[in-house]
């Protein structure tokens, strides 16, 4: 991608200190986030400090009150983790070796009983270390321009799009922090709300929104999570395939909302290669799928707009019944697959299903004696295979079955 310099960075946030940058299109916001000069954005570093600064400028151009704890910000502090499986508990900020990490938040004063919360993590990987799938030999910026510039971009075109309309709702916009160490922002805010937990009415959430592809397949998580969103979903998605989830528990901060009792959605166009990688960059993004996708939650908005406070309703958490597996493929799944089987999205160098011969759009059928007919069914067979174990995986390409020997 093009190098935006920190000279340039601080020109421009400089400048708009006396010119508003209301006008900032989504590729502008994707510019700046997703830029090397923000080194990815890891939570508790000066580049995360920037990107916060600037988040707080666009908010505050926007004409968003500042609903953090610090003006737009809300900080939280936790000591680092050196056991990866060890739980992140929240310290005094005070404390020896803590790491400061800071929300963003602003809020659209409609004077309505209820609120919604529209939320997107803006913190990414920095230079890569824990939570990186990349396997080079030297460290390399992760840009995170899909993951999740997107979903930030996404959140304020919502906010230029929200105002002086449907304001039967109040709205808060939070640009989360630690989203990549475990939702600990998201997680932050619901247990130190700055409004009444009580008075949301359901919470949006955007995380990797940037990638639509052509047949225009859009996952929703959280479908379950009230019983009028597939109504909702269905009735205003045009010429969207919607894959709908119906767990309210999944890998990002929608997740932080839906264990508060609260209905959420979260919306997510699919994995690909580049995911956690240094290659997820600007260029890749599609833009007239972002601006679809901000129409949709538009739509889907103000058909809730004038109705009363959402129901919440409990649903099955899917993560509960993922199997443990000790070996892997070395493959991206493509989470928006409907059809039988599963869809390789993307094959990872030197792992077992490129050394066998996969290809991208392969759809697996059969490991071994198991049939594989969804994602469950691949994690579960999975889950059978020891390390150094062989076994004959079946594929259908293009509508041919091919057979492949695989080492794990």
């Known amino acids: 991608m093009k190098v935006i310099n920190i000279l340039v960075i601080v020109i421009l946030f400089f400048s708009c200190k006396e010119e508003k940058t209301i006008d900032i299109s989504m590729k502008d916001d994707v510019k700046i986030l997703a830029s090397d000069s923000l080194r990815g954005r890891r939570t508790g ?49 005070s404390e020896d070796g803590t790491i400061t990490g800071t929300n963003v938040i602003g809020f659209m004063d409609n004077n309505a009983e209820t609120t919604i919360v529209i939320g997107a993590h803006y913190d990414h990987l920095g230079m890569g270390g824990e939570g990186s799938l990349y396997r080079g030999e030297t460290k390399a910026i992760h840009n995170g321009a899909d993951d999740n510039a997107s ?7 919502l906010v230029k799009e929200l105002q002086n309309k449907n304001t039967h709702n109040n709205y808060l916009f939070i640009s989360f922090s630690g989203e990549e160490l475990g ?11 700055t409004i009444n937990l009580e008075n949301i009415n359901y919470m949006i959430n955007m995380d990797m929104v940037g990638r639509l592809n052509e047949e225009k397949v859009l996952a929703v998580f959280g479908v379950g999570t009230s019983p009028i969103f597939s109504q909702t979903l269905f009735s205003n998605k045009t010429d969207f395939s919607i894959t709908e989830k119906e767990s309210g528990v ?19 166009t699919g994995q690909h290669e580049d995911y956690h990688k240094p290659g997820d960059d600007i260029e890749k993004l599609n833009f007239e799928g972002m601006e679809d996708i901000t129409q949709y939650i538009l739509a889907v908005i103000t058909d809730l707009d004038d109705g009363p406070k959402l129901k919440f309703r409990k649903t ?12 892997t493929l070395g493959v991206v799944p ?10 390789i999205d993307g094959v990872s160098e030197d792992r077992p299903a490129q050394k066998a011969g996969m ?7 059969k490991m071994g004696e198991h049939e594989i007919i969804d994602m469950m069914s691949y994690m579960k067979a999975l889950s059978k295979f020891e390390k150094g174990q062989n076994t004959i995986v079946l594929i259908d390409r293009n509508g041919e079955i091919l057979e492949f020997d695989v080492e794990f």
């Open 183 to 193: 939702l600990l922002g998201s997680n932050y805010f619901v247990k130190n709300p």
């Open 359 to 365: 290809e991208k759009g392969d759809v697996v059928v």
């Open 334 to 343: 493509d989470y928006l697959f409907s059809g039988e089987g599963m869809r």
């Open 250 to 268: 999944g890998p990002s901060d929608h997740t932080s909302f839906y264990l508060m009792d609260l209905p959420v959605l979260h919306f997510f």
């Open 151 to 157: 979903g930030v971009a996404v959140m304020l075109n």
């Open 45 to 93: 570093t000066s580049y995360e400090q920037m990107a916060a600064e600037y988040l707080a400028k666009r908010f505050k151009d926007l004409e968003l009150d500042p609903k953090g704890t610090n003006g737009y910000f809300q900080e939280f502090s936790f000591a680092d983790k050196s056991d990866p499986h060890r739980e992140i508990k929240f310290v005094n900020k």
């Open 316 to 327: 099955k958490n899917e993560s509960d019944e993922v199997p443990k597996f000790k070996v």
